[in-house]
Protein backbone atom coordinates (compact mmCIF):
# COMPACT_ATOMS: atom_id res chain seq x y z
CA UNK A 1 0.00 0.00 0.00
CA UNK A 2 1.55 3.29 -0.93
CA UNK A 3 2.48 5.33 2.14
CA UNK A 4 -0.20 8.51 1.67
CA UNK A 5 -3.00 5.80 1.75
CA UNK A 6 -1.61 3.76 5.49
CA UNK A 7 -3.03 6.51 7.47
CA UNK A 8 -7.10 5.66 6.17
CA UNK A 9 -6.69 2.28 7.58
CA UNK A 10 -7.35 4.24 10.80
CA UNK A 11 -11.33 4.32 10.79
CA UNK A 12 -11.16 7.57 12.11
CA UNK A 13 -8.69 9.27 9.78
CA UNK A 14 -11.01 7.71 6.63
CA UNK A 15 -14.25 9.32 8.38
CA UNK A 16 -12.41 12.99 8.78
CA UNK A 17 -10.84 12.74 5.29
CA UNK A 18 -14.08 11.75 3.26
CA UNK A 19 -16.21 14.43 5.25
CA UNK A 20 -13.48 16.85 4.38
CA UNK A 21 -13.25 15.63 0.66
CA UNK A 22 -17.00 16.14 0.38
CA UNK A 23 -16.87 19.68 2.10
CA UNK A 24 -13.83 20.96 -0.14
CA UNK A 25 -16.03 20.44 -3.40
CA UNK A 26 -18.47 22.18 -1.92
CA UNK A 27 -16.00 24.81 -1.27
CA UNK A 28 -14.94 24.97 -4.42
CA UNK A 29 -18.36 25.52 -5.76
CA UNK A 30 -19.02 28.53 -3.91
CA UNK A 31 -15.35 29.77 -4.40
CA UNK A 32 -15.75 29.93 -8.32
CA UNK A 33 -19.47 30.78 -8.03
CA UNK A 34 -18.62 34.23 -5.64
CA UNK A 35 -15.42 34.94 -8.02
CA UNK A 36 -17.42 34.70 -11.32
CA UNK A 37 -20.27 36.96 -9.59
CA UNK A 38 -18.23 39.34 -7.86
CA UNK A 39 -16.49 40.28 -11.38
CA UNK A 40 -19.78 40.10 -13.56
CA UNK A 41 -20.98 42.82 -11.27
CA UNK A 42 -17.41 44.75 -9.99
CA UNK A 43 -15.63 44.27 -13.01
CA UNK A 44 -11.98 45.37 -11.76
CA UNK A 45 -12.81 46.16 -8.32
CA UNK A 46 -14.23 42.39 -7.52
CA UNK A 47 -11.50 42.32 -5.08
CA UNK A 48 -13.36 44.15 -2.80
CA UNK A 49 -16.06 41.53 -1.46
CA UNK A 50 -13.11 38.94 -1.26
CA UNK A 51 -11.07 41.43 0.81
CA UNK A 52 -14.35 41.45 3.33
CA UNK A 53 -13.47 38.10 3.79
CA UNK A 54 -9.87 38.51 4.33
CA UNK A 55 -10.28 41.18 6.88
CA UNK A 56 -12.74 38.90 8.81
CA UNK A 57 -10.47 35.50 8.78
CA UNK A 58 -7.25 37.99 9.78
CA UNK A 59 -9.41 39.10 13.20
CA UNK A 60 -11.00 35.92 13.69
CA UNK A 61 -7.86 34.06 13.49
CA UNK A 62 -5.97 36.77 15.56
CA UNK A 63 -9.02 37.22 18.38
CA UNK A 64 -10.88 34.29 18.41
CA UNK A 65 -8.39 31.95 20.02
CA UNK A 66 -9.32 32.92 23.16
CA UNK A 67 -12.46 31.61 22.62
CA UNK A 68 -11.68 28.54 20.33
CA UNK A 69 -9.34 26.99 22.90
CA UNK A 70 -11.78 27.12 25.57
CA UNK A 71 -13.55 24.02 23.64
CA UNK A 72 -12.72 20.65 22.45
CA UNK A 73 -11.32 20.40 18.75
CA UNK A 74 -14.16 18.31 18.06
CA UNK A 75 -16.56 20.85 19.07
CA UNK A 76 -15.09 24.15 17.52
CA UNK A 77 -14.94 21.64 14.12
CA UNK A 78 -18.21 20.57 13.90
CA UNK A 79 -19.67 24.27 15.07
CA UNK A 80 -18.11 25.85 12.25
CA UNK A 81 -19.62 23.36 9.75
CA UNK A 82 -22.84 23.83 11.31
CA UNK A 83 -22.63 27.60 11.69
CA UNK A 84 -21.16 27.74 7.73
CA UNK A 85 -23.96 25.21 6.75
CA UNK A 86 -27.24 27.60 8.00
CA UNK A 87 -25.62 30.79 7.28
CA UNK A 88 -25.50 29.86 3.09
CA UNK A 89 -28.69 28.11 3.53
CA UNK A 90 -30.00 31.15 4.36
CA UNK A 91 -28.46 33.01 1.47
CA UNK A 92 -29.51 30.09 -0.42
CA UNK A 93 -33.22 31.01 0.67
CA UNK A 94 -32.78 34.54 -0.02
CA UNK A 95 -31.84 33.81 -3.50
CA UNK A 96 -34.53 31.75 -4.34
CA UNK A 97 -36.86 34.00 -2.98
CA UNK A 98 -35.30 37.40 -4.89
CA UNK A 99 -34.60 35.80 -7.91
CA UNK A 100 -30.61 37.39 -7.53
CA UNK A 101 -28.09 37.58 -5.04
CA UNK A 102 -28.97 40.74 -3.04
CA UNK A 103 -25.14 42.37 -1.73
CA UNK A 104 -26.35 41.81 1.95
CA UNK A 105 -26.34 38.34 1.31
CA UNK A 106 -23.35 37.76 -0.58
CA UNK A 107 -21.60 39.46 2.22
CA UNK A 108 -23.46 37.25 4.98
CA UNK A 109 -21.86 34.33 3.25
CA UNK A 110 -18.45 35.55 3.11
CA UNK A 111 -18.35 36.57 6.79
CA UNK A 112 -19.69 33.46 7.86
CA UNK A 113 -16.88 31.24 5.60
CA UNK A 114 -14.62 33.94 6.86
CA UNK A 115 -15.40 32.76 10.60
CA UNK A 116 -15.92 29.65 9.64
CA UNK A 117 -12.40 28.75 8.12
CA UNK A 118 -10.59 30.63 10.85
CA UNK A 119 -12.27 28.13 13.77
CA UNK A 120 -11.89 25.21 11.47
CA UNK A 121 -8.51 24.75 9.61
CA UNK A 122 -6.31 25.41 13.29
CA UNK A 123 -8.44 22.54 14.97
CA UNK A 124 -8.02 20.40 12.61
CA UNK A 125 -4.41 20.55 12.18
CA UNK A 126 -4.09 20.31 16.09
CA UNK A 127 -6.28 17.00 16.17
CA UNK A 128 -4.39 15.31 13.07
CA UNK A 129 -1.43 14.46 15.51
CA UNK A 130 -4.24 12.90 17.97
CA UNK A 131 -5.55 10.59 15.59
CA UNK A 132 -1.85 9.89 13.57
CA UNK A 133 1.25 8.25 15.19
CA UNK A 134 4.03 10.34 14.34
CA UNK A 135 5.61 8.54 11.52
CA UNK A 136 2.48 8.58 9.49
CA UNK A 137 2.40 12.71 9.69
CA UNK A 138 3.91 13.12 6.88
CA UNK A 139 1.70 11.16 4.63
CA UNK A 140 -1.65 12.22 7.01
CA UNK A 141 -1.12 15.23 6.20
CA UNK A 142 -0.42 14.66 2.48
CA UNK A 143 -3.80 12.89 2.85
CA UNK A 144 -5.81 15.57 3.93
CA UNK A 145 -4.20 17.90 2.01
CA UNK A 146 -5.69 15.61 -1.05
CA UNK A 147 -9.35 16.97 -0.06
CA UNK A 148 -8.73 20.48 -1.24
CA UNK A 149 -6.45 19.06 -4.29
CA UNK A 150 -9.06 17.00 -5.12
CA UNK A 151 -11.85 19.69 -4.94
CA UNK A 152 -9.59 22.06 -7.02
CA UNK A 153 -10.20 19.27 -9.57
CA UNK A 154 -13.78 17.78 -9.30
CA UNK A 155 -15.14 21.51 -7.95
CA UNK A 156 -14.96 23.75 -10.66
CA UNK A 157 -15.02 21.01 -12.98
CA UNK A 158 -18.46 20.13 -12.30
CA UNK A 159 -19.21 23.64 -12.79
CA UNK A 160 -17.74 23.35 -16.33
CA UNK A 161 -19.94 20.39 -16.84
CA UNK A 162 -23.03 21.29 -15.50
CA UNK A 163 -22.90 24.97 -15.59
CA UNK A 164 -25.41 25.00 -18.37
CA UNK A 165 -27.91 23.05 -17.22
CA UNK A 166 -28.04 23.60 -13.19
CA UNK A 167 -28.76 27.37 -11.59
CA UNK A 168 -25.96 28.67 -10.03
CA UNK A 169 -27.85 28.85 -6.47
CA UNK A 170 -27.89 25.21 -6.69
CA UNK A 171 -24.10 24.76 -6.44
CA UNK A 172 -24.00 26.89 -2.98
CA UNK A 173 -26.91 24.09 -1.81
CA UNK A 174 -24.59 21.81 -2.65
CA UNK A 175 -22.74 23.32 -0.77
CA UNK A 176 -24.76 23.29 2.58
CA UNK A 177 -25.20 19.48 2.24
CA UNK A 178 -21.44 18.96 2.02
CA UNK A 179 -20.93 21.24 5.20
CA UNK A 180 -23.40 18.81 7.20
CA UNK A 181 -21.83 15.48 5.39
CA UNK A 182 -18.46 17.08 6.94
CA UNK A 183 -19.94 17.60 10.51
CA UNK A 184 -21.61 14.33 10.93
CA UNK A 185 -17.78 12.65 9.78
CA UNK A 186 -16.25 14.61 12.46
CA UNK A 187 -18.65 13.37 14.93
CA UNK A 188 -17.78 10.01 13.92
CA UNK A 189 -14.33 10.34 13.45
CA UNK A 190 -12.54 12.27 16.43
CA UNK A 191 -13.44 11.10 19.95
CA UNK A 192 -15.19 12.76 22.83
CA UNK A 193 -12.51 13.79 25.38
CA UNK A 194 -12.23 16.07 28.84
CA UNK A 195 -11.05 19.65 27.33
CA UNK A 196 -8.76 21.50 29.80
CA UNK A 197 -8.06 24.57 28.89
CA UNK A 198 -4.79 25.56 28.01
CA UNK A 199 -2.64 27.25 30.68
CA UNK A 200 -1.97 30.57 28.59
CA UNK A 201 -5.60 31.44 28.40
CA UNK A 202 -5.04 32.56 32.33
CA UNK A 203 -2.33 34.38 31.41
CA UNK A 204 -4.39 37.70 29.88
CA UNK A 205 -5.51 38.60 26.35
CA UNK A 206 -1.94 39.59 25.03
CA UNK A 207 -0.05 36.62 25.53
CA UNK A 208 -2.80 34.51 23.90
CA UNK A 209 -3.05 36.62 20.69
CA UNK A 210 1.01 36.70 20.55
CA UNK A 211 1.46 32.40 21.65
CA UNK A 212 1.62 31.93 18.07
CA UNK A 213 3.69 34.06 16.64
CA UNK A 214 6.20 33.43 19.99
CA UNK A 215 6.24 29.50 18.97
CA UNK A 216 6.95 30.13 15.15
CA UNK A 217 9.41 32.16 15.84
CA UNK A 218 11.59 30.52 17.71
CA UNK A 219 12.37 28.26 14.66
CA UNK A 220 14.26 30.04 12.25
CA UNK A 221 13.04 28.46 9.22
CA UNK A 222 9.15 28.49 10.30
CA UNK A 223 10.00 32.01 10.57
CA UNK A 224 10.57 33.31 7.20
CA UNK A 225 7.88 30.98 6.07
CA UNK A 226 5.51 32.23 8.58
CA UNK A 227 6.28 35.92 6.11
CA UNK A 228 6.70 34.49 2.77
CA UNK A 229 3.11 32.31 3.18
CA UNK A 230 1.49 35.87 3.77
CA UNK A 231 3.19 36.72 -0.17
CA UNK A 232 2.53 33.49 -1.87
CA UNK A 233 -1.29 33.67 -0.68
CA UNK A 234 -1.70 37.10 -1.57
CA UNK A 235 -0.71 36.24 -5.51
CA UNK A 236 -2.12 33.37 -5.19
CA UNK A 237 -5.63 34.88 -4.57
CA UNK A 238 -4.95 37.78 -7.05
CA UNK A 239 -3.98 35.76 -9.89
CA UNK A 240 -6.38 33.14 -10.00
CA UNK A 241 -9.71 34.53 -8.79
CA UNK A 242 -9.40 37.58 -10.03
CA UNK A 243 -6.97 38.06 -12.17
CA UNK A 244 -7.79 34.65 -14.53
CA UNK A 245 -11.15 35.94 -14.93
CA UNK A 246 -10.84 39.08 -15.73
CA UNK A 247 -8.12 37.73 -18.73
CA UNK A 248 -10.97 35.06 -19.56
CA UNK A 249 -13.24 38.01 -20.11
CA UNK A 250 -10.90 40.54 -21.77
CA UNK A 251 -9.38 38.15 -24.07
CA UNK A 252 -12.77 37.76 -25.64
CA UNK A 253 -12.67 33.55 -24.35
CA UNK A 254 -16.08 31.60 -24.92
CA UNK A 255 -17.45 29.61 -22.19
CA UNK A 256 -17.55 32.21 -19.47
CA UNK A 257 -17.70 30.30 -16.01
CA UNK A 258 -17.17 27.08 -17.83
CA UNK A 259 -14.09 28.35 -19.06
CA UNK A 260 -12.74 29.81 -15.82
CA UNK A 261 -13.63 26.12 -14.07
CA UNK A 262 -11.89 24.16 -16.87
CA UNK A 263 -8.53 25.97 -15.38
CA UNK A 264 -9.06 25.75 -11.64
CA UNK A 265 -9.56 21.75 -12.67
CA UNK A 266 -6.52 21.44 -14.79
CA UNK A 267 -4.92 23.31 -11.75
CA UNK A 268 -6.34 21.12 -9.32
CA UNK A 269 -5.26 18.15 -11.67
CA UNK A 270 -1.48 18.21 -10.85
CA UNK A 271 -2.35 19.75 -8.06
CA UNK A 272 -3.54 16.23 -6.90
CA UNK A 273 -0.60 14.49 -8.70
CA UNK A 274 2.42 16.44 -6.76
CA UNK A 275 0.14 15.85 -3.76
CA UNK A 276 0.44 11.78 -4.02
CA UNK A 277 4.04 12.51 -4.96
CA UNK A 278 4.83 14.49 -2.00
CA UNK A 279 2.88 12.97 -0.09
CA UNK A 280 4.41 9.18 -0.65
CA UNK A 281 8.09 10.94 0.38
CA UNK A 282 8.96 10.59 3.99
CA UNK A 283 10.13 14.13 5.65
CA UNK A 284 12.70 16.02 3.66
CA UNK A 285 16.04 16.21 5.70
CA UNK A 286 16.00 19.67 4.25
CA UNK A 287 12.84 20.90 4.78
CA UNK A 288 13.64 24.66 3.44
CA UNK A 289 14.27 23.34 0.05
CA UNK A 290 11.34 21.83 -0.34
CA UNK A 291 9.24 24.89 0.64
CA UNK A 292 10.61 27.29 -1.39
CA UNK A 293 11.62 24.98 -4.07
CA UNK A 294 7.59 24.58 -4.55
CA UNK A 295 7.17 28.34 -4.23
CA UNK A 296 9.56 29.06 -7.11
CA UNK A 297 7.45 26.25 -9.27
CA UNK A 298 4.57 28.19 -7.87
CA UNK A 299 5.88 31.65 -8.92
CA UNK A 300 7.03 30.66 -12.45
CA UNK A 301 3.07 29.13 -13.16
CA UNK A 302 1.77 31.87 -12.13
CA UNK A 303 4.41 34.37 -14.39
CA UNK A 304 3.32 31.88 -17.51
CA UNK A 305 -0.41 32.54 -16.47
CA UNK A 306 0.23 36.22 -16.72
CA UNK A 307 2.39 36.00 -20.47
CA UNK A 308 -0.30 33.63 -21.51
CA UNK A 309 -3.19 36.27 -21.14
CA UNK A 310 -1.20 38.93 -22.14
CA UNK A 311 0.33 37.36 -25.73
CA UNK A 312 -1.57 34.51 -27.05
CA UNK A 313 -4.24 34.54 -29.57
CA UNK A 314 -7.83 33.92 -28.18
CA UNK A 315 -8.35 30.32 -29.89
CA UNK A 316 -4.97 29.60 -28.00
CA UNK A 317 -5.27 31.74 -24.68
CA UNK A 318 -7.37 28.87 -22.36
CA UNK A 319 -5.13 26.04 -23.84
CA UNK A 320 -2.07 27.97 -22.69
CA UNK A 321 -3.98 29.31 -19.64
CA UNK A 322 -4.60 26.01 -18.43
CA UNK A 323 -1.33 24.71 -19.24
CA UNK A 324 0.37 27.47 -17.08
CA UNK A 325 -2.23 26.36 -14.07
CA UNK A 326 -0.55 23.28 -14.26
CA UNK A 327 2.63 24.42 -13.63
CA UNK A 328 2.17 26.42 -10.81
CA UNK A 329 -0.09 23.75 -8.79
CA UNK A 330 3.06 21.48 -8.66
CA UNK A 331 4.74 23.73 -6.15
CA UNK A 332 1.98 23.88 -3.79
CA UNK A 333 1.92 20.63 -2.23
CA UNK A 334 5.78 20.95 -1.66
CA UNK A 335 5.38 23.91 0.74
CA UNK A 336 1.77 23.03 2.16
CA UNK A 337 2.89 19.49 3.02
CA UNK A 338 5.83 20.26 4.77
CA UNK A 339 5.13 22.75 6.30
CA UNK A 340 2.42 21.63 8.41
CA UNK A 341 4.68 18.55 9.26
CA UNK A 342 7.04 20.68 10.48
CA UNK A 343 4.55 22.47 12.53
CA UNK A 344 3.21 19.62 13.82
CA UNK A 345 6.74 18.02 15.01
CA UNK A 346 8.78 20.75 16.01
CA UNK A 347 5.91 23.01 18.47
CA UNK A 348 4.43 21.61 21.27
CA UNK A 349 1.34 19.94 21.40
CA UNK A 350 -0.50 23.35 23.20
CA UNK A 351 0.89 25.51 20.63
CA UNK A 352 0.16 23.30 16.88
CA UNK A 353 -3.37 25.56 16.88
CA UNK A 354 -1.90 28.32 17.81
CA UNK A 355 0.81 28.40 15.33
CA UNK A 356 -1.87 27.68 12.67
CA UNK A 357 -3.54 30.37 13.34
CA UNK A 358 -0.34 32.54 13.13
CA UNK A 359 0.45 31.26 9.41
CA UNK A 360 -3.59 31.88 9.27
CA UNK A 361 -3.68 35.35 10.16
CA UNK A 362 -0.19 35.95 8.04
CA UNK A 363 -1.92 34.27 5.15
CA UNK A 364 -5.34 36.32 4.87
CA UNK A 365 -2.87 39.80 5.59
CA UNK A 366 -1.28 38.91 2.46
CA UNK A 367 -4.48 37.98 0.79
CA UNK A 368 -5.65 41.55 2.06
CA UNK A 369 -2.94 43.28 1.29
CA UNK A 370 -3.19 42.00 -2.27
CA UNK A 371 -6.81 42.41 -2.71
CA UNK A 372 -6.93 46.24 -1.66
CA UNK A 373 -4.01 47.06 -4.07
CA UNK A 374 -4.97 45.18 -7.08
CA UNK A 375 -7.64 47.63 -8.02
CA UNK A 376 -4.75 49.97 -8.59
CA UNK A 377 -2.29 47.65 -10.32
CA UNK A 378 -5.26 46.36 -12.94
CA UNK A 379 -5.43 50.27 -14.09
CA UNK A 380 -2.13 51.13 -13.87
CA UNK A 381 -0.25 47.82 -15.44
CA UNK A 382 -3.17 45.90 -16.51
CA UNK A 383 -4.47 42.78 -15.63
CA UNK A 384 -2.05 40.49 -17.42
CA UNK A 385 1.36 42.71 -16.01
CA UNK A 386 -0.33 42.61 -12.54
CA UNK A 387 -0.02 38.70 -12.72
CA UNK A 388 3.21 38.80 -14.49
CA UNK A 389 4.57 40.89 -11.40
CA UNK A 390 3.11 38.68 -9.11
CA UNK A 391 5.19 35.93 -10.26
CA UNK A 392 8.23 37.65 -10.20
CA UNK A 393 7.74 38.87 -6.12
CA UNK A 394 6.87 35.19 -5.24
CA UNK A 395 9.89 34.09 -7.14
CA UNK A 396 12.20 36.69 -5.68
CA UNK A 397 10.78 35.90 -2.05
CA UNK A 398 11.60 32.12 -2.67
CA UNK A 399 14.91 32.28 -3.57
CA UNK A 400 16.10 34.69 -0.56
CA UNK A 401 14.35 31.77 1.35
CA UNK A 402 16.15 29.17 -0.62
CA UNK A 403 19.02 30.93 -0.38
CA UNK A 404 19.00 31.44 3.85
CA UNK A 405 17.97 28.14 4.69
CA UNK A 406 18.47 25.45 1.23
CA UNK A 407 21.17 23.98 3.95
CA UNK A 408 18.78 23.47 6.92
Do not use: C, K
Not at 38 to 60: E, H, K
Amino acid sequence: MPPILRPLATGRIAWLWGGLALSGIGDQLFLVVLGWLAVRTFGTDAGLLTSVQAAVSLLTALLAGRVTDSFAHRTALIGADLMRAVVLAGMVAVWLAMGDPPGWALVAAVLALAVGNSVFRPALIAVIPELAPVQLLPATNALFDTTERIARLLGPGLIGVLGAALPLVHFVTIDVVSFLASATAVSFAVPVRPHVPPEHLRQGIWPTLSRGFVAIRRHRLLGFTLFSSGVVNGVWMVSYFIGLPLMLVQGGVAGGIGAFGLVISAYGLTNLASTLVVGNRPMSRHPGRMIFGGNIIFGTGVLLLGLAGLLLPTPLMLAGLMGAAMVSAIGGPMHDITNATLRQTVLGAADIAAGARAFLVMTQLGLLIGLLISPLLFREIGVAGTVILGGFVVIFVSFAGLFRFGRD
